[in-house]
T-cell receptor, first 111, second 115 residues
């Protein structure tokens, strides 16, 4: 089955700096890669996703890149703000299986 | 957007009793619902997948007789923690998928404390 690894587990940046979180997956059949943001005690919120036929996708300050050959994808947050502080999860899914989540990255943006 | 509601948001129960958590899709029919468990500062661990009208598929290591899942309709799935013990205390979250699409929608989560 699919195995998703996520790094780093914690990340601290200064307000205004960029943050990058990386994930690798094991199943080459996976074709959908979402990123979720979760604040303490709340539901995960989908912030961006990418499908395997696309190499990059951007939505304002958030972007995701996908390298199918290397089986890794990354989340990029630019101009970070304190409200970006949360836990971020990557996930991977193929059409035959259900979504598998990475271990999460706790992002702290210092004002 | 699609809304998934989970109830109760917090529940405290005595050791040995059972507690039921409900997950409802409010504005769409959820052919598949998922149940996760999340310990503090840890990731979402998939417990089971349920399809409407059929038995749930449990992940390895999850006791199906302890965590009873029912998905009787296209808008409701329930998780019953039977004979709860303090180690069952956790944050339980459900999610729902519409049809065979990729997007899943999460419920608000339920904090279970077993005393």
């Amino acid at each position: 089955g699919e195995n998703v690894e996520q790094h780093p587990s914690t990340l601290s940046v200064q307000e205004g700096d960029s943050a990058v979180i990386k994930c690798t997956y094991s199943d080459s059949a996976s074709n959908y890669f979402p990123w979720y943001k979760q604040e303490l005690g709340k539901r995960p919120q989908l912030i961006i996703d990418i499908r395997s036929n696309v190499g990059e996708k951007k939505d304002q300050r958030i972007a995701v890149t996908l390298n199918k050959t290397a089986k890794h994808f990354s989340l990029h947050i630019t101009e970070t703000q304190p409200e970006d502080s949360a836990v971020y999860f990557c996930a991977a899914r193929d059409t035959a299986s259900d979504m598998r989540f990475g271990a999460g990255t706790r992002l702290t943006v210092k004002p | 957007g699609a809304v998934v509601s989970q109830h109760p948001s917090r529940v405290i129960c005595k050791s040995g009793t059972s507690v039921k958590i409900e997950c409802r899709s409010l504005d769409f029919q959820a052919t598949t619902m998922f149940w996760y468990r999340q310990f503090p500062k840890q990731s979402l661990m998939l417990m089971a997948t349920s399809n409407e009208g059929s038995k749930a598929t449990y992940e390895q290591g999850v006791e199906k007789d302890k965590f009873l899942i029912n998905h009787a309709s296209l808008t409701l799935s329930t998780l019953t923690v039977t004979s709860a013990h303090p180690e069952d205390s956790s944050f339980y979250i459900c999610s729902a998928r519409m049809g065979t699409g990729n997007t899943i929608y999460f419920g608000e989560g339920s904090w279970l404390t077993v005393v």
